[in-house]
Every structure is written in C-alpha cells, then in structure tokens.
C-alpha cells in the first residue's frame, strides 16, 4: 500500500534510502556512486511493523539487517568525505533509521487513520533488495541503478 499521492505521481518504487548528499555537479556524485555500487552487498530484509513518525511519515520498518547497515555505513563514509549531508541531517549515522516510506499525511488525525488501517492489513514478509540506485530529490528522477548481485540464489 502506498498512500501518498506524491510517490504515485512520481512513480517512485518503494525504497530505503541510505544517503542523501548534495552536490552541485550530478557528474562527479555519479562517478562516486558508480564506484561506490560494486560493493554494495546485496540483502535480504524481514519487514517487521508498520509506524508513523512525528513528521506523519508512515513506513514500515524491518528488522536489524547487518547487510543493509553495512551498506548505509559504505555509503556514508565514501560519499560524506566529498559531498555535505543533505535532508537536515536525517541520514546522518546519528539519527539514520532504516525503513519503506508507504506515503506522507501531514494532518495528524488522517495519518493514525491510515495507520490503523495498515496495521489492521500488515503481516511480516521478507523481500530481497535486487538494485541500489542513485536518484536527484528536486525533482525527483532516478540517475542510475546498479545490480545488487546474489550468488547462489
């Protein structure tokens, strides 16, 4: 489910984000994304719980994953030695926490409904995370995508 009329439109994918940085020059980010993707390790997640962050973000959350957390600390470290921290410092290894954002409902009384709704729906699954991708926020477009590569499976 996906209640945010903004990720249909865009037609953004479910995601974790593990990075967001900014950079005046989208050439240089892609050279360092492009190598930075061949040592991303791929993962496999068990999603947990839905929830509702104070901002009105619903999400679901998976559980503690050490490929996912190596990855966003790979990330991080390459990426923030060249470019500053974008998002207020939301991925900041501080106050990073992983998970799907399902959608956006700025008024309070409409983001507990449809929290309660997905709760009332939600069973825990596992899914494998197949690409890492590189997108710009502003507006939103996908710049590149790298295969996260499982062997054996």
Known sequence: YICSEFMISQKIRPNIIIGVFKSDRESVILDFYSGLSQFLEP?????????LFES???YLKPAPNRELNSNYYKTYATMSKHFDAGFNGKFLPSS??????LGYEPCPEEAQQMLDYLK?????FKCKLTTS???RCEP???IAR????FDGM
Request: proline share 6%; glycine share 6%; no cysteine.
């Open 43 to 51: 993962v496999t997640l068990e999603f947990t719980e839905v929830g």
């Open 120 to 124: 009332s729906v939600f069973n825990p």
């Open 56 to 58: 009105g973000t619903l």
């Open 96 to 101: 990073w926490r992983s998970h799907v954002t």
């Open 140 to 142: 939103y477009q996908v």
């Open 146 to 149: 790298a295969p996260l590569v």
């Open 133 to 135: 991708a590189l997108a």
